[in-house]
């Protein structure tokens, strides 16, 4: 079992910034990469980025519409991923998710790959 729990939401304004941590504590070892995601409502949960180890060229990836303005880092002494948003945009707005993958196969893209998940913490930009 992972247990993941989510900080750092808020309401921020058009341009500004936030950061976001998952604290994972339990069986982390096993996880082979550690996603962040988001649903706005009305959505569906949609890919944000994702931090691996099993790339052998990349350990990040993010959405398009994210690049460049997100970027997602661990601190693997705290058990914690990160999520630095700058630059928000009205669109990001949404309630945030950090997930674990425990398996090696699939795209890493989707949430239906990812085992654990946080409770979530609420974004909101305003314009």
């Known amino acids: 079992q992972v247990q993941l729990i989510e900080s750092g939401g808020g309401l921020v304004q058009a341009g500004g910034s936030l950061r976001l941590s998952c604290a994972a504590s339990?069986?982390?070892?096993?996880?082979?990469?550690m996603g962040w995601f988001r649903q706005a409502p009305g959505k569906e949960r949609e890919f944000v980025a994702v931090l691996t180890d099993r790339w052998t060229n990349s350990q990040t990836y993010y959405t398009e519409s994210v690049k460049g303005r997100f970027i997602i880092f661990r601190d693997n002494a705290k058990n914690t991923v990160y999520l630095r948003m700058n630059n928000l945009k009205p669109e990001d707005t949404a309630v945030y998710y950090c997930?674990?993958?425990?398996?090696?196969?699939?795209?890493?893209?989707?949430?239906?790959?990812?085992?654990?998940w946080g409770q979530g913490t609420q974004v909101t930009v305003s314009s």
């Open positions: 997930a674990a993958k425990v398996s090696d196969t699939g795209t890493y893209l989707l949430p239906n790959e990812y085992t654990y």
């Open positions: 339990g069986r982390t070892s096993s996880n082979y990469a």
